[in-house]
Every structure is written in C-alpha cells, then in structure tokens.
C-alpha cells in the first residue's frame, strides 16, 4: 500500500455486471457563461460530451480537433439535434500527434475566450500496430500521454485564473475549474525497469509481445498517473483536477480492430452518450484531488498495481521524462510544473 491505498482490481465477471447494470442519470445544471473545451470533439465520445454541455447551456464550447473544417459539418448537426442552445461553438485545430499543434492550440485559445471553466482531454488512438510520432515516440504514447500530459500542464494557468473570478450569474453548479482526464478502468499491469518508460514502451518490438488491446490500457494508466501527478501541483489549485473512463462505448477508437470485431465490440456497447455521463458526472461533482472516478462506482479505486509500490516507481520515472519532454518543447511549462 502507498499514500494511493491499496488498489483494487476489477475482476471481469464484475465490470460486465456494472457495464450491464449501470445506471447514471443525465446531468443538470446551468453552464450559462461558462467555457469549456473538448477534444476529439469530431467522434462520438466527444461529441456526446460536447452535446451534454450545450444542453445545459454552456455559453462556448470549443472543438479541439485535427480538422477544423470537417468539425463545421459536426457543429452544424450539434445545434439541429439540441434546439434549446443558443451558445457559441469554435473549431480549433489541435494535432496531438505533434506538441507544436499543442503550443498552438493554447495560444489561439487565449486569444479567443477570457475564461476557461471546462477541460475534457477526451481524444486519444489505439492503433493495431507500431507507428512513429514525430518526436520519437509510438503514436498512441505521444497523442495518448505526452501531448495530452502537456495540454493539460499549458490549461492549467488559465482554468487556475478563471477558478479566481465571480461564478456566472445563473450558473449552476458552483463548481471548481475543472481539468478532466479520459483513463480507463482496465489498466494495464506495467514492470518496466527502464528510467525511461514511455520511450521503453515505444520500441518498435514492445507491442508485439503483449496482446493488442493492452497497448492502449498502458496509455490508460499513465493517464491515471498523469491526472495523480497533476492535481498534487501548486499551479493546480483552485482546479479540480480528476481521470474518468466512459467504460465501453461505441467508439472510432476500435475502427482499427477491423470491421468484424468492431461490429461485436460496438453492438454490446454503451451509448457515446451514456458513457459520457461519467464525463459529466467527473465535472459536476467535487471529487478528491487527482482521482479516478470510475463508471463501477465513485469508491471504487485505481487497480493494485496503480496504488502499488511498483506502480507509483513507474509512475514517478514517467513523470521525470515527460516533464524533461516537455521542458524542452515548451520552455514556459517550467513556471507550472514549479521547475
């Protein structure tokens, strides 16, 4: 056991269970002048987000996508199928294959809005196979982990000055800022004795000798770590900093497992919709500090290895070369890691 607690692991009779007996309202409240970011917001995880906070009134909603042209036709079909908002939606391209894109997005969305309320780091890939980033990375380590990790750290100074100002008249919740991590309840197990294990973890040969599916748990939980080692800084306070999973949800993200598999996956599914309740829910309610919020239930915790002893090892030589990453390709990051 460490400070995290002991853990515990969700046997799979009990996740089918929860993920067939699940049940979450839809969320309340008015987001009325209040801002909020998605990304990934061009699919359905993040649109169904970004659905819900235009039916609770959310003045402006950012889409953080790739695309901002293909992101008008998704605009378009947010207002026809929730008549009742009469808020704003922005497209902003955010590659987050590239931490350059990152840069970017921030500065152009200082530029645009004078507050920042919401925070969704949704998008994410799970590719079959090894593919490059620029930066030296596997894809699903760099778009998954280190762009996200540096996303977060540059919204933090503006999610900790818009914690600062008056509540929105109307508004309800009086809710914290808040920066939300997408994790997973299933995290994958990781004993890498490398002082580096996100590069370890993007060797070409390192994928093929685990199954598929636990490339993308392992991104999973360094985004359980990413949102523990967050929240704990200074920068962060005044903003509720959390990881959420939205369980299994029809999703692009298994376009990849090819069309068979993707069919059985998404018949058995929940709703972009239900699942990003969970999202909502994360968002809405005060929650300690850096925790998972997971779709079996609020008390239920990381995995064991997550709160182990190796785990948090792991946890801590993540986070030392990811903040030597992110020093070097944003220099201004330094005042909010402290360093």
Not at 42 to 66: D, K, M, Q
Not at 74 to 94: H, M, N
Not at 117 to 146: C, E, R, T, Y
Not at 193 to 202: E, V, Y
Request: aromatic share 8%.
């Amino acid at each position: 056991m460490t400070h995290y607690g002991a853990g515990a692991d969700l046997p799979r009779f009990k996740w089918m269970l929860g993920h067939l007996t699940a049940s979450t309202p839809k969320p309340e409240g008015n987001l009325t002048g209040r801002v909020a970011v998605v990304t990934g917001a061009t699919s359905g995880l993040g649109y169904a987000c970004a659905c819900h906070f235009a039916r609770l009134n959310t003045s402006t909603i950012i889409f953080a996508v790739r695309s901002p042209e293909k992101a008008k036709t998704w605009i378009q079909r947010l207002y026809k199928e929730v008549p009742s908002f009469r808020g704003e939606v922005k497209a902003l391209a955010l590659d987050l294959n590239r931490l350059e894109s990152v840069k970017a997005f921030v500065g152009e969305l200082d530029k645009l809005v004078d507050r920042l309320d919401f925070a969704v780091l949704n998008a994410g890939v799970a590719p079959l196979k090894h593919i490059d980033s620029p930066h030296g990375f596997n894809q699903d380590i760099q778009v998954n982990v280190v762009s996200t990790g540096l996303l977060a750290l540059l919204l933090l100074p503006k999610l900790g000055a818009t914690a600062k100002l008056p509540q929105p008249d109307g508004a309800t919740p009086m809710a914290k800022s808040q920066l939300l991590v997408v994790a997973s309840e299933e995290t994958q197990k990781l004993l890498l004795d490398a002082d580096k294990p996100l590069q370890a973890a993007s060797v070409p040969g390192f994928r093929e000798k685990i199954p598929a599916d636990e490339m993308y748990q392992i991104t999973k939980l360094f985004d359980v770590f990413l949102a523990r080692k967050i929240g704990a800084l200074t920068a962060s306070a005044g903003v509720q900093v959390t990881s959420t999973s939205p369980g299994l949800c029809q999703s692009g993200l298994r376009d990849d497992f090819g069309p068979v598999a993707a069919w059985i996956f998404n018949r058995i599914a929940w709703s972009a919709e239900f699942g990003t309740r969970y999202y909502m829910r994360a968002v809405l309610l005060p929650h300690p500090q850096g925790s998972f919020i997971s779709p079996v239930g609020d008390d239920f915790p990381p995995s064991t290895f997550a709160c182990s002893k190796e785990g948090v090892q792991v946890e801590e030589r993540m986070w030392a070369e990811a903040c030597g990453v992110w020093k070097e390709a944003a220099p201004e990051v330094k005042e909010v890691l402290g360093a």
